[in-house]
T-cell receptor, first 111, second 110 residues
Framework: GENVEQHPSTLSVQEGDSAVIKCTYSDSASNYFPWYKQELGKGPQLIIDIRSNVGEKKDQRIAVTLNKTAKHFSLHITETQPEDSAVYFCAAGYTGNQFYFGTGTSLTVIP | NAGVTQTPKFRVLKTGQSMTLLCAQDMNHEYMYWYRQDPGMGLRLIHYSVGEGTTAKGEVPDGYNVSRLKKQNFLLGLESAAPSQTSVYFC?????????FGPGTRLTVL
């Protein structure tokens, strides 16, 4: 099956700085790469996703890049704010099938 | 729409007891999933279903059973609970792409 690795496990940034979280995957057949944000005591919520036919996608302060050749994808958050503090998960898989999640990154934005 | 709901929110069991977790979705989604979340291990798929009456094993299915008798409901059963099943359980559903997660069930097995 798929193996997804995520780094770093914890990340602290000053408010206004950028944060980058990286993931690698093993199955070249994976075609869907979502990123989820999980706040304390809640279920994960999708913040952005990318499909294998796209190299980059942006939504306001959040962007995701995908390098299919190297099998890695990254989440970029610019102009971080305290409300961005949460645990972020990457995942890889096939649309309509099972996804494999990374182990999560705990992001702390310091005011 | 309520989205994805889970019942109960918290539960404490003794080793060997059984219980059923209920997941319900009102979005007419075909696919439903059960995950467990443990510290440092992310979300691991237990079982999933691609439609009413169908189920399939995920990464960590041992000790769990599931049923999908109705499209909107996905049940996760523990026949004989063990301390290793102490975890937070999340249900999710999707049509294609984005998975919508429930709020989770925190289960403690003593």
């Amino acid at each position: 099956g798929e193996n997804v690795e995520q780094h770093p496990s914890t990340l602290s940034v000053q408010e206004g700085d950028s944060a980058v979280i990286k993931c690698t995957y093993s199955d070249s057949a994976s075609n869907y790469f979502p990123w989820y944000k999980q706040e304390l005591g809640k279920g994960p919520q999708l913040i952005i996703d990318i499909r294998s036919n796209v190299g980059e996608k942006k939504d306001q302060r959040i962007a995701v890049t995908l390098n299919k050749t190297a099998k890695h994808f990254s989440l970029h958050i610019t102009e971080t704010q305290p409300e961005d503090s949460a645990v972020y998960f990457c995942a890889a898989g096939y649309t309509g099938n099972q996804f494999y999640f990374g182990t999560g990154t705990s992001l702390t934005v310091i005011p | 729409n309520a989205g994805v709901t889970q019942t109960p929110k918290f539960r404490v069991l003794k080793t060997g007891q059984s219980m059923t977790l209920l997941c319900a979705q009102d979005m007419n989604h075909e696919y439903m999933y059960w995950y467990r979340q443990d510290p440092g291990m992310g979300l691991r798929l237990i079982h999933y279903s691609v439609g009413e009456g169908t189920t399939a094993k995920g990464e960590v299915p041992d000790g769990y059973n599931v049923s999908r008798l109705k499209k909107q409901n996905f049940l996760l059963g523990l026949e004989s609970a063990a301390p290793s099943q102490t975890s937070v359980y999340f249900c999710a559903s999707t049509r294609v792409g984005e998975q919508f997660f429930g709020p989770g069930t925190r289960l403690t097995v003593l």
